[in-house]
T-cell receptor
């Protein structure tokens, strides 16, 4: 069974600081990778995804993530955060070809950006 | 399209009571899912369905039941509520014909069992 680890549970940054949130997964096969964001009081929304091709993927709101297969990692980055990025971020993995297209989620990282 | 809708938004139950969390999607997605979200634990899959009449257990199914009589609806039933079921519940759906397998989430139901 696959698992997903997000090592930072809480991150506090000032506006304009750079962001990197770690995500590692354990699964020996081919995967699809996702970052979801949950703004306060809202439901999960897709931030970006990796399916194949260029391992550096760009998402909405200036976020990007890099898939490093050898490290089983899919870290999320943003060069300059804004107060509006305050949210909880979830990394998720979908084992390619699993019967129900099921996602396995990490525990989440709660980001607070101070104005 | 409304996407994925869930009712109710909030509910307080007493131990031993039962209730049904409703989930409806209007995107004609075959695949639907129920998750629970607990602080620091991410989302855990309770049940999922790959089409009307087909359901299967996820990671944490104990204490829950589901049914899928139509493509649109995927209700989650709690028969004997326990404090351990205090959580936020999210329903999601997915179109397996797409390559990316993105799941679309509802707004959630916050359930407290006391």
């Amino acid at each position: 069974a696959q698992s997903v680890s997000q090592h930072n549970h809480h991150v506090i940054l000032s506006e304009a600081a750079s962001l990197e949130l770690g995500c590692n997964y354990s699964y020996g096969g081919t995967v699809n990778l996702f970052w979801y964001v949950q703004y306060p009081g809202q439901h999960l929304q897709l931030l970006l995804k990796y399916f194949s091709g260029d391992p550096l993927v760009k998402g909405i709101k200036g976020f990007e993530a890099e898939f490093i297969k050898s490290k089983f990692s899919f870290n999320l980055r943003k060069p300059s955060v804004q107060w509006s990025d305050t949210a909880e971020y979830f990394c998720a993995v979908n084992a390619r070809g699993n019967a129900g297209n099921m996602l396995t989620f990490g525990g989440g990282t709660r980001l607070m950006v101070k104005p | 399209n409304a996407g994925v809708t869930q009712t109710p938004k909030f509910r307080i139950l007493k131990i031993g009571q039962s209730m049904t969390l409703q989930c409806t999607q209007d995107m004609n997605h075959n695949y639907m899912y129920w998750y629970r979200q607990d602080p620091g634990m991410g989302l855990k899959l309770i049940y999922y369905s790959v089409g009307a009449g087909i359901t299967d257990k996820g990671e944490v199914p104990n204490g829950y039941n589901v049914s899928r009589s139509t493509t649109e609806d995927f209700p989650l039933r709690l028969e004997l509520a326990a404090p351990s079921q205090t959580s936020v519940y999210f329903c999601a759906s997915n179109d397996p014909s797409t390559r990316i397998h993105e799941q679309y989430f509802g707004p959630g139901t916050r359930l407290t069992v006391t």
